[in-house]
T-cell receptor
Framework: DGGITQSPKYLFRKEGQNVTLSCEQN?????MYWYRQDPGQGLRLIYY???????QKGDIAEGYSVSREKKESFPLTVTSAQKNPTAFYLC???????????FGEGSWLTVV | GDSVTQMEGPVTLSEEAFLTINCTYT??????LFWYVQYPGEGLQLLLK?????DKGSNKGFEATYRKETTSFHLEKGSVQVSDSAVYFC?????????????FGAGTRLFVKA
């Protein structure tokens, strides 16, 4: 089935560690996005990529990094510089006219 | 810049009640408008969309009409069910530098009681 796959679903990180969240899509979409959602809150854009080998910072990029080496993949690294990383992370993609965005199931990251 | 404002929740209704969740937007161009639904612990699912003024999006008994004159896209359902309990996000997508950007409202939590 076509869709967006995020892994892992749950991840625990010790303070000072970097972790990488995986996002893969088989929708042949050009654009991919990462959002952060805190409990009871809306979505905040971390990074987005409109095309392979190119990406832009969103509203809260500090402490995060991404790469876009393949069209299908847009991994997000949460670095030790991110002071409050515990949150729900959502990957998304958009194709066609680029104006309808579709989401993965999300990944929960908890710092222990 | 572009923005989306939706009514604060939570909204609590009894089963079979009528639902309205208000959404208004500001945009410099001609955006497309969306409603997404998020069930607990899951990602967002596209519920419906409208791409131009006076379009009506509909799905699963929900509907919303793109009103350019009032810059609104209110979500309605005639008879809610317990299974509709979720968080609903209004969003707009507009072109700009760097391609399309989607902007989300803060979300409105809906509780439906049996």
């Amino acid at each position: 089935d076509g869709g967006i796959t995020q892994s892992p679903k749950y991840l625990f990180r010790k303070e000072g560690q970097n972790v990488t969240l995986s996002c893969e899509q088989n929708l042949n979409h050009d654009a991919m996005y990462w959002y952060r959602q805190d409990p009871g809150q809306g979505l905040r854009l971390i990074y987005y990529s409109q095309i392979v080998n190119d990406f832009q910072k969103g509203d809260i990029a500090e402490g995060y990094s991404v790469s876009r080496e393949k069209k299908e993949s847009f991994p997000l690294t949460v670095t030790s510089a991110q002071k409050n990383p515990t949150a729900f992370y959502l990957c998304a993609s958009a194709g066609g006219g680029l104006n309808t965005i579709y989401f993965g199931e999300g990944s929960w990251l908890t710092v222990v | 810049g572009d923005s989306v404002t939706q009514m604060e929740g939570p909204v609590t209704l009894s089963e079979e009640a009528f639902l309205t969740i208000n959404c208004t937007y500001t945009a410099t161009g001609y955006p497309s408008l969306f409603w997404y639904v998020q069930y607990p612990g899951e990602g967002l699912q596209l519920l419906l969309k409208a791409t131009k003024a006076d379009d009506k999006g509909s799905n699963k008994g929900f509907e919303a009409t793109y009103r350019k004159e009032t810059t609104s896209f209110h979500l309605e359902k005639g008879s809610v069910q317990v299974s509709d309990s979720a968080v609903y996000f209004c969003a707009l997508s507009d072109s700009g530098t760097g391609g399309f950007k989607t902007i989300f409202g803060a979300g409105t939590r809906l509780f439906v009681k049996a």
